[in-house]
């Protein structure tokens, strides 16, 4: 099974800061297969990005991943006060579909 | 495009629950549907997927004999039973839509709002 590690565990930054998440992969994603999903409490979680750097209909700009092979990263730019929450990674390309543990984004 | 899943379930050890998820808004059989599951407080854990235009399934290693997946496409909905409850697997069982079938893997771009599953004594 593909081991998805993120980092760090929480993060605490104030609105308007950039905030960038990582995402590490135990071996290589095929084709880029990675996502990134964002939890809020009590609900469903959200998808982000996709393909590793395309965003999903309806996500701003400020929202953008990067990354290959083993190594990705989910970057806010500019955080506005609904984007704490809990951020989680994915890959797809491999059986069983894996997730990160999350990383959670929290108000400073 | 909605997902719409059963209601809470509260079972006892060693029982069978079963959820359901109510797809509209696009065609039922064109599509992916997964599942995955997430314990108080925990990650995501990805359990298992179907392929509605055929019934095709597919299920983690862990959860093998223990999870059915099925279909009924005349109702475009989707079952997840579990059985032989424990305690553990107390938590949230989400029904996520993917790709179209037959093409390149996607990631779940709608998901269901959840089902809690309650394993109490």
């Known amino acids: 099974d593909i081991v998805l590690t993120q980092s760090p565990g929480t993060l605490s930054l104030s609105p308007g800061e950039r905030a960038t998440l990582s995402c590490r992969a135990s071996q290589s994603l095929s084709s880029s297969y990675l996502a990134w999903y964002q939890q809020k409490p009590g609900q469903a979680p959200r998808l982000l990005i996709y393909?590793?750097?395309s965003r999903a209909t309806g996500i701003p700009d400020r929202f953008s991943g990067s990354g290959s092979g083993t190594d990705f990263t989910l970057t806010i730019s500019r955080l506005e006060p609904e984007d704490f929450a809990v951020y989680y990674c994915?890959?797809?390309?491999?059986?069983?579909?894996?997730f990160g543990q999350g990383t959670k984004l929290e108000i400073k | 495009v909605h997902l719409v899943q059963s209601g809470a379930e509260v079972k006892k050890p060693g029982a069978s629950v079963k959820v359901s998820c109510k797809a509209s808004g696009y065609t039922f059989t064109d599509y992916y549907l997964h599942w995955v599951r997430q314990a108080p407080g925990q990650e995501l854990e990805w359990m298992g997927w179907i392929n509605p235009n055929g019934g095709g399934t597919n299920s983690a290693q862990k959860f093998q004999g223990r999870v059915t997946v099925t279909a009924d496409t005349s109702l475009s909905t989707a079952y997840m039973e579990l059985s032989s409850l424990r305690y553990d697997d107390t938590a949230v069982y989400h029904c996520?839509?993917?790709?179209?079938?037959?093409?390149?893997?996607?990631?779940?771009?709608?998901w269901g709002q959840g089902t809690m599953v309650t394993v109490s004594s």
């Open positions: 393909g590793a750097s």
């Open positions: 996520a839509r993917a790709g179209r079938v037959g093409s390149r893997p996607s990631a779940f771009d709608i």
């Open positions: 994915q890959q797809y390309g491999s059986s069983p579909r894996t």
